[in-house]
Nanobody, 121 residues
């Protein structure tokens, strides 16, 4: 059994900051790409940021320069630091990870339960 547990969402004023964390637990052999996605009301889920095991990152154009993704491979944790938040950043944010379970030969995508981020004055 593998689980992704997120924390850190909430309400913040425009221009403020929030930090989202996601920890993977369970019978894990290895974790490949880790990422954050978001879904705003009435919109499709979109990629926010991803980070590969070697630390290579990729960001959506809308968050470049404002958001930073990082990972701790020992603790199986990743963090999304969000600065200069805008009302358009309001969405449910989902943690994603491609994980090989112990005893398995293939990777599976796992998702967290989602955490609400609201940017409003």
């Amino acid at each position: 059994q593998v689980q992704l547990v997120e924390s850190g969402g909430g309400l913040v004023q425009p221009g403020g900051s929030l930090r989202l964390s996601c920890t993977a637990s369970g019978s894990i052999a290895s974790i490949y790409t880790m990422g954050w996605y978001r879904q705003a009301p009435g919109k499709q889920r979109e990629l926010v940021a991803v980070i590969k095991p070697g630390g290579i990152t990729n960001y959506a154009d809308s968050v470049k320069g404002r958001f930073t993704i990082s990972r701790d491979n020992v603790k199986n944790t990743k963090v999304l630091q969000m600065n200069s938040l805008k009302p358009d950043d309001t969405a449910v944010y989902y943690c994603n990870a491609r994980i090989v379970r112990s005893g398995s030969n293939y990777a599976t995508d796992y998702w967290g339960q989602g955490t609400q981020v609201t940017v409003s004055s």
